[in-house]
């Protein structure tokens, strides 16, 4: 088990060096990028397997004590996520080989191995058991994400890119403090001995710390008002990158508060997070219906499905946040399979804007379909995954008599819906451009760019199908955060 949780995180950083290597080398370092993502995809899901059956396994770095050492704690939430979060990063990359090959791609000899290294950072942040080992993992992400933001060096890259660094290093700013603040307060950064000490704290520090975690990992989340950085810098960069980011990156920042808020008993600041995931699931779902483009729609429906899980963890409750969970487990390949599919009509079309799109449901049916699925999903429509992740979200809102953020999940829920419908028309109905002034892929590569997005949307057919079962295990996960004993009994048997 143990070498199961380093190959998730030493795995990638290792074929990383390696294809920087073979960089110039187009066959050896997509493979060596494929083989390091699939030993990681495949070790996580060994440790899903493992703690399902046999509970929180944890490993101690150099043996050291968790409380001096490094400690990485396998539990079912982690478990939960860590598989779906790599079997996105692996499905995007067998995308990525295609469209580099195009105008349309990133940089192959940097691409691979930043993705290689921002998937070791996920893992890591996702596994870890101590706050510091955590902003070592966003420092990780932040380095490897700025540079696949930026490296084609266009200009509107370069720009939307300096908002993204300046607010995440804002971010990594306000964590280094609250990493004192904390080791001031409590006298470790370990989480399971935070987890016994914060509840004991003087009301006033407790909130103060809940308050300034809450800025830190919501400026990461893209929750209002810190998300002016993600609708600017999404769209401008490569698909694939795009997708990773659109499906990975706010995710750990909820991820990240998920574990914090619930471990350390954070329950009084639930109306404030109630009050910021109706604001962030409206302004994200208005901000969405004033867009003209593809991506700029899509990346403002990030922010306003961000808001869902937020509501989830604000109710502070076992079914709360068990929907958050099942809800962030849905969203990764939704969000991810839905940038795929912008960036088949950009290659095919030279164009996301929907203006000078149209009839592609004539011309790609295919398209069309792929679209479709992630797009009824994202809204919330039966039998897709979305519906299952929404009414567990509002369910528990209703349990908990919380009327207001109830209304604002419901009337975000119609307004995606609608914004889906704006893609629908501009793009796929309508008459066909007389001219596709994009670069076309060859063949070959469109069908392997078409395979991996289709590989994706049956994972969230696959959501759909087995939902019960991820609705159980996320309730279990959800009772090891609310539960804080079990989670600490595991560290220190």
Do not use: C
Request: avoid cysteine; aromatic fraction near 8%; hydrophobic fraction near 55%.
């Amino acid at each position: 088990m143990s070498i199961l949780i380093s190959a998730t995180i030493v795995g990638p950083l290792l074929a990383a060096a390696i294809a920087l290597l073979f960089r110039r080398s187009a066959s050896l370092r997509d493979f060596t990028a494929i083989s390091g993502l699939t030993v990681a995809t495949a070790s996580a899901i060994g440790i899903l397997l493992h703690v399902e059956s046999g509970g929180t396994h944890v490993l101690r770095v150099g043996n050291w004590h968790p409380e001096l050492g490094i400690v990485l704690v396998a539990d079912l939430f982690a478990a939960l996520v860590l598989p779906v979060a790599l079997l996105i990063i692996l499905i995007v990359e067998f995308f990525a080989i295609s469209q580099r090959r195009t105008a349309w791609g990133a940089n192959p000899e940097l691409a691979g191995p930043l993705l290689l290294v921002l998937t070791s950072g996920v893992s890591l942040a996702i596994l870890t058991g101590d706050l510091f080992t955590l902003f070592v993992a966003f420092e990780m992400i932040l380095v490897s994400s700025y540079v696949l933001l930026t490296h084609q060096g266009q200009q509107a890259q370069v720009r939307s890119g300096m908002t993204y660094v300046v607010m995440n290093l804002l971010s990594s700013t306000l964590f280094l403090f609250g990493l004192a603040f904390v080791y001031a307060a409590a006298g470790t950064v370990n989480m399971a001995i935070l987890a016994e000490r914060i509840p004991t704290l003087p009301d006033g520090i407790r909130w103060g710390l809940g308050a300034w975690f809450f800025v830190v990992f919501g400026t990461k989340a893209a929750v209002f008002p810190l998300f002016s950085w993600l609708p600017d810098s999404y769209p401008t960069a490569p698909t694939t990158i795009t997708a990773v980011f659109a499906g990975l990156l706010t995710k750990i920042g909820i991820y990240s508060m998920i574990r914090f808020h619930t471990l350390m008993e954070m329950d009084a600041l639930g109306p404030a997070l109630l009050a910021v995931a109706a604001i962030t699931m409206l302004i994200g779902a208005l901000g969405a219906l004033a867009q003209s483009d593809v991506k700029r729609i899509l990346s403002f429906h990030v922010i306003s499905q961000i808001g869902y899980m937020l509501m989830g963890l604000g109710l502070f409750s076992v079914a709360g946040t068990t929907a958050a969970i099942l809800f962030l487990i849905h969203h990764m390949p939704v969000k991810t399979v839905l940038f795929l599919v912008g960036g088949l009509i950009e290659n095919t079309q030279g164009t996301s804007r929907l203006s000078k799109l149209g009839g592609l449901s004539r011309t790609s049916p295919a398209l069309a379909a792929l679209f479709a699925v992630p797009a009824l999903s994202l809204a919330g429509l039966p039998p897709f995954s979305g519906f299952v992740a929404k009414l567990g979200v509002i369910r528990a809102g209703v349990e908990e008599t919380a009327t207001l953020v109830v209304m604002a999940a419901l009337l975000a829920g119609a307004l995606t819906l609608l914004s889906m419908t704006k893609i629908w028309i501009g793009v796929f109905w309508g008459p066909p451009p007389e001219h596709a002034v994009g670069p076309s892929p060859t063949p070959a590569n469109r069908r392997l760019m078409y395979s991996a997005t289709g590989t994706a949307v049956a994972g969230t057919l696959t959501i759909s199908l087995f939902a019960g079962t991820l609705f159980d295990l996320s309730q279990r996960a959800a009772t090891g955060l609310t539960t804080a004993d079990l989670y600490i009994g595991a560290v220190f048997p």
